[in-house]
């Protein structure tokens, strides 16, 4: 039985307002939403790094999650969706960045039936896949996924699965397309202008 304070902190309750910042690997989503955090006062939940938070704490999932990112290959929504909506409740905010996700159609299917909850707008990072190669090949962060053959994989999974959700978006008119070749502090000038006019009452 929920009890009443679960009910209160459910997030149709408390009436959250979620952004999805979708945009292929290497866009600079993380980058920018540590922006907007700073300026803003969301909340930024990275799906990908709450998986790979989930493979640390030695969780019963946290094999698979490990192999399917070191293949590229998309985790099963209610995996995502688990954390994303703990992470959710445990927060006292109500506003959300949520960066990388949803990635197929599955994960936005399940997302918004699972919660109930449909995003303000998506910030939409667009970049061109040499610049993209560039950056994650430049960056390092330890991460299993940041090489070559991986990075391949990832960009096509992004062509065939991930593009087609923000074309989903667009149609309903809440894209909001940011040229994210720009130098970092450019592409947050244009993430500003987005930000100043998004209604969170
Ligand atoms: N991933 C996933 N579902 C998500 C987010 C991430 O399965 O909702 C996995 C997927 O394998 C992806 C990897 O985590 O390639 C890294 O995602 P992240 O968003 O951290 O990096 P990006 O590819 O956007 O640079
Ligand atoms: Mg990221």
Same mark, same amino acid.
């Given at each position: 039985?929920?009890?009443?304070?679960?009910?209160?902190n459910?997030?149709?309750?408390?009436k959250?307002?979620?952004?999805?910042?979708?945009?292929g690997?290497?866009?600079?989503?993380?980058?920018q939403?540590?922006?907007?955090?700073?300026?803003?006062?969301?909340?930024? =939940?990275?799906a &990908?790094?709450?998986?790979r938070? *989930?493979?640390?704490?030695g969780? #019963?999932?946290? !094999?698979? @999650?490990?192999?399917?990112i070191?293949?590229?290959?998309?985790?099963?929504?209610?995996?995502?969706?688990?954390?994303?909506?703990k992470?959710i409740?445990?927060?006292?905010?109500?506003?959300? =960045?949520i960066? &990388?996700?949803?990635?197929?159609? *599955?994960?936005r299917a399940?997302? #918004?039936?699972? !919660?109930? @909850?449909?995003?303000?707008?998506?910030?939409?990072f667009?970049?061109?896949?040499?610049e993209?190669?560039?950056?994650?090949?430049?960056?390092?962060?330890?991460?299993?996924?940041?090489?070559?053959?991986?990075i391949?994989?990832?960009?096509?999974?992004?062509?065939?699965?991930?593009?087609?959700v923000i074309?989903?978006?667009?149609?309903l008119?809440?894209v909001?397309k940011?040229?994210?070749?720009k130098?970092?502090?450019?592409?947050?000038?244009?993430?500003?202008?987005?930000f100043?006019?998004?209604?969170t009452?």
């Open positions: 039985m929920g009890s009443v304070t679960e009910t209160a459910t997030a149709a309750a408390r959250v307002t979620v952004i999805f910042v979708l945009g690997p290497g866009s600079g989503k993380g980058t939403c540590t922006n907007i955090v700073q300026n803003f006062g969301y909340t930024h =939940l990275s &990908g790094d709450l998986l938070a *989930e493979i640390k704490s969780s #019963e999932n946290g !094999t698979m @999650i490990q192999n399917m070191k293949e590229g290959k998309i985790v099963p929504a209610e995996v995502t969706i688990k954390l994303l909506q992470a409740q445990g927060s006292d905010n109500v506003k959300f =960045l960066d &990388g996700f949803p990635r197929n159609e *599955e994960n399940a997302f #918004e039936s699972i !919660t109930g @909850i449909l995003p303000e707008i998506v910030l939409f667009d970049c061109s896949e040499e993209m190669e560039k950056r994650l090949l430049g960056r390092n962060q330890g991460r299993e996924d940041d090489n070559i053959e991986t391949r994989k990832r960009f096509n999974v992004y062509m065939e699965s991930s593009l087609p074309q989903y978006y667009d149609n008119g809440k909001r940011i040229d994210a070749a130098p970092i502090d450019a592409v947050f000038e244009d993430v500003k202008t987005i100043e006019k998004v209604n009452e």
